[in-house]
């Protein structure tokens, strides 16, 4: 089966500017999570999706951060505007259910210069 | 929220050898994951454990899930140059709706 897609795979972005993060989960999985991985931690989730209802967003630094999964299967991830302590690793994964494991994509590296 | 701590933060081995890290929690999990990473790469799953005691091999890999449910460990035998890369450990608590929770992580190294 296909993996987990996301695009783009690197950004360079100016601080106070916008990004925007597209991932396709594997086909058929309910479940979608996006993580932020700050370089030396381990990833750190922001938001979960069941289908197209977010299902935990608490630590979603909602003032700039935003995420969408209109249809249930895509989701894109947006900063607006973006800080230099943004810069990090954005990880998106999905899973069959909430009890699953789950599989990551290769993640979107952005810097913020 | 809930926090873990995952050690060693670095291991530098010969070929061969067999390596051992593990991770405690302040809080109680019902499943212990363990995630391999390679640069430029999301993590990838090794093993996953369910229940308190069970212990689970996968090739030269092996987890524990603590009894007391706080803690795991992971063991790599004999090692070989392609077990580089940095080393996860992910809980999941019994109301977190799935999220888990990822420790700092522990970076393999391996010499020929």
């Known amino acids: 089966e296909a993996g987990v897609a996301q695009s783009p795979r690197y950004k360079i972005i100016e601080k106070r500017q916008s990004v925007a993060f597209w991932c396709n989960p594997i086909?058929?999985?309910?479940?979608l999570y996006w993580y932020q991985q700050i370089l030396g931690q381990g990833p750190k989730l922001l938001i979960q999706?069941?289908?197209?209802?977010?299902?935990?967003d608490s630590q979603l630094p909602k003032d700039r951060f935003s995420a969408e999964r209109l249809k249930g299967v895509d989701s894109t991830l947006k900063i607006q505007p973006a800080k230099l302590e943004d810069s990090a690793v954005y990880l998106c994964?999905?899973?069959?259910?909430?009890?699953?494991?789950?599989?990551f994509g290769s993640g979107t590296r952005l810097t913020v210069v | 929220g809930q926090q873990l701590n995952q050690s060693p933060q670095s291991m530098f081995i010969q070929e061969g050898e067999d390596v051992s890290m593990n991770c405690t929690s302040s809080?109680?999990?019902?499943?212990w994951l363990w995630y391999k990473q390679d640069p430029g790469e999301g993590p990838v799953l090794l093993i996953a454990?369910?229940?308190?005691?069970e212990l689970t091999s996968n090739g030269r890999l092996t987890a524990q899930f603590g009894i007391t449910r706080k803690d795991s460990f992971l063991n790599i035998s004999a090692s070989i140059p392609s077990d580089v890369g940095i080393y996860f450990c992910?809980?999941?608590?019994?109301?977190?709706?799935?999220?888990?929770?990822f420790g700092q992580g522990t970076i393999l190294t391996v010499h020929p």
């Open positions: 809080s109680i999990f019902n499943t």
């Open positions: 086909s058929g999985h309910a479940t």
């Open positions: 454990l369910y229940k308190a005691g």
């Open positions: 999706f069941q289908n197209n209802g977010v299902v935990d």
């Open positions: 994964a999905s899973s069959l259910a909430s009890e699953s494991g789950y599989t």
């Open positions: 992910a809980g999941r608590g019994g109301t977190s709706y799935g999220k888990l929770t």
